[in-house]
């Protein structure tokens, strides 16, 4: 599998799990009514470093890097991550996070945080072994379509 920085045209073969996986409302904190121009904007928008994961020439997951928040304070990276669904459980997620942890160091990054982590989500796991910690988690804040009103986690980890 090979983990590159996305350029201009892979976002036509990220669209569809992107859409996806918001349009199930599981997981993200994103209107699942997102439009292809608004989730683009999200994704790659300005000031954002997207990375994929291809294997075979597949697009079978992504990730998008920046800063969470802006001025003295724009050394912690926000992070969000995505692997096609049909691609599930072969460790491509973990070998993503792996990937773009060591780049969002290198990129002078201190720490990452993840601001709406939904309680449910099997990525919780990962994230935990991977060494992020949960710092809070704001109550029934996230209306999931199986489980109802559940919280969503703030997630962090020093690079």
Excluded at 33 to 55: C, I, Q
Excluded at 76 to 97: E, S
Aim: aromatic letters at 10%; charged letters at 20%; zero cysteines.
């Amino acid at each position: 599998m090979l983990i590159r920085d996305a350029r201009v045209e892979d976002w036509a073969r990220v669209w569809p799990f992107w859409h996806q996986i918001v349009s199930a409302g599981e997981t993200y904190a994103w209107d699942p009514e997102t439009s292809e121009p608004d989730a683009r904007a999200l994704w790659t928008g300005p000031g954002k470093r997207v990375f994929v994961a291809e294997d075979a020439g597949e697009i079978v997951g992504s990730a998008s890097v920046r800063p969470n928040y802006g001025g003295p304070a724009a050394t912690t990276a926000n992070g969000a991550f995505m692997i096609d669904p049909g691609h599930a459980g072969r460790g491509i997620g973990r070998r993503l996070a792996e990937h773009v942890l060591r780049e969002a160091k290198a990129d002078g990054y201190r720490a990452m945080v993840f601001n709406a982590v939904v309680e449910t989500n099997p990525a919780v796991g990962l994230w935990s072994s991977l060494g992020f910690t949960i710092l809070g988690t704001v109550p029934e804040a996230f209306e999931h379509p199986r489980h109802g009103w559940v919280g969503l986690h703030i997630m962090h980890r020093t690079l």
